[in-house]
């Protein structure tokens, strides 16, 4: 396994990658999601191939810097990961390998992340998109695995890539949930012992309204059974259209209820899908 720091030394291993180069962009802090997409990563580059993990905790995305401060950063045990999963490249830039200090350009997506967390974390999308352009530019990736968990960044994405015309095939990975139904996510190591037990409820409330018929009905149900518990406080909990991420009062077509949730300094996304009757 190779392992570069900054985007020129990238460039120079991959020069002779064989193709199909694949792509996993990441944060590190693993957990069985990440590796999961690494695997697919594996299986659809094949043996030839050339699967690339980026880990960058990317400073722009973060729209409160005790987030940034308190994100995990535990970086040998996520290159052992990565060396047991058979990944190729890694590349681990620091910020300002990233960044010129004084930087002007980045992509802004206008419509997709109006709601969500793109409402809640205003520039956190702007961010993404940028890094995520910056990693397809540096590796010349035919391929980019992104987890479906953050739904709202995976259909940015691929707008980007369509919007673009980036020759970056998108490909999505399922969530990957703990025993007791929790997504998996690197902030979950930072709930406390009765957060993490707590936790689960947010996606049960999620599966218990989502049959519920009217938009009314599913988020007051919703967000009764989250209120319920005196540990979470919501940051939005919202049904919108599956394909343009708009709020919708009335389900016509395939739709999503998405929320967010506070624990303390802490903050975990789901979603659950709801058809229409
Ligand atoms: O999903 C993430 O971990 C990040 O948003 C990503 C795609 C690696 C960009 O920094």
Redesign the pocket.
Known sequence: MQIADTGTALREILKSAPRPCVLV???GAFHAGHLALMQQARALAGPGGTVIV?I?V?PI?FDRAADLAAYPRPLTSDLAACGEIGVDVVFTPAADAMYFPDRSVSVTESLLSRHLCGASRPGHFDG?CT??LKLFLLTGCDTSI??EK?FQ?LAIIRRMVRDLDLPVEIVSGPTVREPDGLAMSSRNSRLTPQQRQDAPRLRQALLDAVSLGSVEAILSSARAAIEASPLTRIDYLTLVDAETLQPISEILRPAVLAVAVFYGEVRLIDHASVAPA
Do not use: A, R, Y
């Open positions: 962009p990441t944060m980026s960058f990317n995305q993404v890094v995520v992104f987890g953050d960044q």
